[in-house]
């Protein structure tokens, strides 16, 4: 993918700083948190629409639609691509590290 999702957040985030009229990524921000949230949320429920049929296009679109808000959703919360890479990074470290079978719950 290049660099273009920190290219995509660096967008975003200069929209947060220097906010441009008639931006959409202007008016989530002016909106806050709660809707960037409704968003994200919105956009996840129509991924899983999607993965659900067989339109790969739509599947695709709707992939970047959510990519977008979560980029968003970090802008808002200070969150650099970077920070998450490092996270991604170190969990990739345990792969094959498998989780174990979680206790069973007793009815009281």
């Known amino acids: 993918m290049e660099n273009i999702l920190n290219e995509l957040y660096e967008v975003i985030n200069n ?3 220097n906010q441009e009229e008639g ?3 202007t008016y989530l921000f002016n909106k806050g948190l709660d809707k960037i949230l409704k968003k994200v949320g919105e956009e996840s429920t129509e991924v899983i629409i999607a993965a659900k ?3 790969k296009e739509e599947q695709i679109e709707e992939l970047c639609d959510l ?3 979560i980029l968003v ?3 808002q919360l200070n969150i650099k691509p970077s920070e998450v890479e ?3 990074i170190e ?3 345990k792969i094959g ?3 174990p079978e979680r206790a069973k719950v007793e009815n009281l």
């Open 97 to 99: 590290n498998l989780k």
């Open 73 to 75: 959703l970090m802008a």
């Open 91 to 93: 969990r990739r470290k």
């Open 67 to 69: 990519s977008y808000h």
């Open 15 to 17: 929209r947060k700083e």
């Open 53 to 55: 049929g067989e339109n």
């Open 86 to 88: 490092k996270v991604l």
């Open 23 to 25: 931006s959409y990524t």
